[in-house]
């Protein structure tokens, strides 16, 4: 495998995404990517809520729900003496990721997933298939 710019992770503090970490820690320490991003996306809370509670209210809010949910990710990175540069999106998972690898230059997304398949994957949605759906570099799901 070609040394990449980065390796995105999107987290959500879940064990799933503790694995997608290492995995992602895993490839930075053999070398194979630059950079390390680690992205956490909350979801919008605009419409109704926005008429009672103040935009900047809502940002507090999403930055330190972000900052849980980045918490172990960040974590993990620390422990393995590896650098990795964390960012908070809002909105569509697959839409806000595919503006991080935009941004980032990321050549893999790695995202943990619980492995919901058939019709409990349709009920369920899937964070999975809509990064997919949005980002046209590879990614990596870890289990």
């Known amino acids: 495998m070609a040394k990449l710019k980065a390796i995105l992770v999107a987290v959500d503090g879940s064990d799933h995404s503790d694995r997608a970490v290492n995995h992602a820690l ?15 996306v909350q979801p919008n809370l605009g419409g109704a809520i926005s008429t009672f509670i103040s935009k900047d209210q809502i940002d ?7 900052n849980k949910a980045l918490a172990s990710a960040v974590a993990l990175a620390a422990k393995a003496a590896v650098p990795a540069k964390v960012h908070i999106g ?4 697959g839409e806000v990721v595919k503006d991080f690898v935009d941004k980032t230059g990321a050549g893999m997304v790695v995202l943990g997933t619980r492995g919901h398949t058939g019709l409990a994957g349709v009920l369920l949605g899937s964070v ?16």
């Open 90 to 93: 809002v909105g569509r998972h």
């Open 128 to 143: 999975a298939q809509d990064v997919i759906a949005h980002v046209s570099v590879p990614v990596t799901l870890i289990k």
């Open 26 to 40: 895993d490839l930075a320490a053999a070398g194979l990517c630059a950079e390390l991003h680690l992205v956490n």
């Open 60 to 66: 507090a809010h999403h930055r330190e729900e972000g």
